[in-house]
């Protein structure tokens, strides 16, 4: 253990799911972990949990798509550790999986402003910081949607196909400047976002058909994701930069399923 020992780490989203999961690995792995999400309250309980093991993580209510925010978390992560070796922009909400000509401008310009905007945000405050220190590593959560088509809603599937462009395009423009960028894209995990999948399932009796789709025939599950993160934050992933992995049970390794059609 101890892959992150003495980094200084941001976790966005990390009151539950794949967030949580991301802090808690980050801080047995010996991270310093500041922790940011909308909801203070179980922020905060999270922060606590992690203090609880002798780790030392700060908590900080937060919205991550919003630029005020963004630059505040970054400022109080600064002034709590004295720098920034990887942050982890994993926030993101879902939006549902309204019919596309049900699909309003709102809608779009919400989940765009959380699910790409927010990374871009997290990864041009803290760049200049890593630059000046000779390296660090950027981490965002992309998804299987941004890969294939029928994996979400039409603004979510759009917003993560933009986080794998804005990694890729990142990665460039920190051309010799030892800072690395790279997305996870989780497939089919049980998170606070796809509860009501997995409980509409349960209710017809067809949990067991969840992750059909993938050769694992299973979901996965947000210790899974975090694992990934940890890597990819971590120096063992010190020549992986601008790429996207699917961390998703074999799904993306398939042809995209033919949605239902409109008629």
């Known amino acids: 253990m ?20 991301s802090a808690r690995l980050f801080a047995r792995e010996g991270a310093s972990v500041f922790l940011v999400d909308r909801s203070a309250e179980a922020v905060e309980a999270v922060a606590e949990e992690i203090r609880a093991t002798g780790a030392t993580a700060v908590a900080m209510a937060a919205d991550a798509g919003r630029e005020a925010d963004v630059k505040a978390y970054v400022a109080r992560t600064v002034s709590e550790f004295g720098g920034i070796d990887a942050i982890y922009a994993n926030a993101g909400i879902s939006g549902g999986l309204t019919p596309f000509f049900e699909l309003t401008v709102d809608t779009w310009q919400e989940i765009l402003r959380v699910n790409l905007i927010g990374p871009f945000l997290a990864i041009r405050e803290v760049a ?136």
């Open 2 to 21: 101890g892959r992150l020992r003495g980094k200084r780490t941001i976790v966005t989203g990390a009151a539950s799911g794949i967030g949580r999961a």
């Open 128 to 263: 200049p910081l890593m630059i000046a220190q000779g390296g660090g590593s950027i981490v965002c959560t992309a998804s299987v949607a941004g890969l294939k088509a029928n994996a979400g809603g039409a603004p979510y599937s759009a917003s993560k196909a933009g986080v794998i462009s804005l990694v890729q395009t990142a990665a460039n423009a920190f051309y010799g400047t030892g800072v690395r960028v790279n997305a996870v894209c989780p497939g089919l995990i049980e998170t606070g976002m796809t509860v009501p999948i997995f409980d509409h399932a349960r209710k017809r009796g067809s949990e067991g058909k969840l992750g059909q789709l993938n050769p694992l025939n299973r979901p996965g599950q947000p210790e899974e994701i975090a694992a990934m993160a940890c890597f990819l934050a971590s120096d063992e992933a010190s020549y992986v930069n601008g790429q996207a992995f699917p961390v998703d049970g074999g799904l993306s390794s398939t042809l995209p399923f033919a949605g239902q059609r409109p008629r």
